[in-house]
């Protein structure tokens, strides 16, 4: 089997910032231990696989996401990839595509340089926050918020100085036995900043994560009082994101920077 791959930078404008992710298209799906295997190989956060739904009026593609170790249920920078790479490498015609997901349907379409997930609004409850994150993370609130859909905890910590500066035990976020942590806060100079780990998935920090904003978008538009924000991830690569809460979806949009392309051969 010989297929195209992609590399993409995602939330970012620039080669070498944001997340980065590969995209692979197929004309059908193989067995998924060669789309794990394709992905540890690949070893990014995470590598998106597209296949076409030729006469399926409700899609344009089925979109699977995998880390080097997991199938994930939801991800945000690799569907931004993935839609970098309709657009601009398999002769598109149309300003927008939509994807078929084990999280329902999410659509991307393009504003000038943007693109701009539509995702949805992910439910979250909060709960005393557990002693496996009092223990990862020092100065963790008493409080936690869980977000059952894709098992992610987020914590609030002070301002962006705490989130920036957090140092967690990853040894005991991997224990969690949960997808990871979001950590999150006000921001300086935008109205949010957050960072997340995810060891349990084979992830110890994700540079730049879309699907947690899912969570994000509606906490803060809340607590802040207003459905616009602009938000900073904060890991060594960094990325900007620009989000709308509309009722029960998310609006999270981010520019791609593209990097690599070439093809995988297979037995």
Known sequence: MKTPIYQIDAFTDRVFGGNPAAV?????????QTLQAMALE???SETAFLVPLA???SADFHIRWFTPAVEVPLC?????ASAWVVFNRLDWNRDEVSFQSRSGMLGVRKEGDWLVLDFPNLAFE???TPGLIHQALEGAPDRAFHVPSDTNYMVVLSNEAAVRNARPDLGALRELGNQGLIITAPGDDCDFVSRYFAPGAGIDEDPVTGSIHSVLVPYWAEVLGKPVLEARQLSARGGLLRCELKRERVDI???AAFYMEGSVHLP
């Open 126 to 128: 909060e709960q005393p």
């Open 76 to 80: 945000g920078h690799a569907t931004l």
């Open 24 to 32: 692979m298209p197929l004309e059908s799906w193989p067995e998924d």
């Open 253 to 255: 949009a981010g520019q």
């Open 42 to 44: 690949n070893n990014l």
């Open 55 to 57: 006469g399926d009026e």
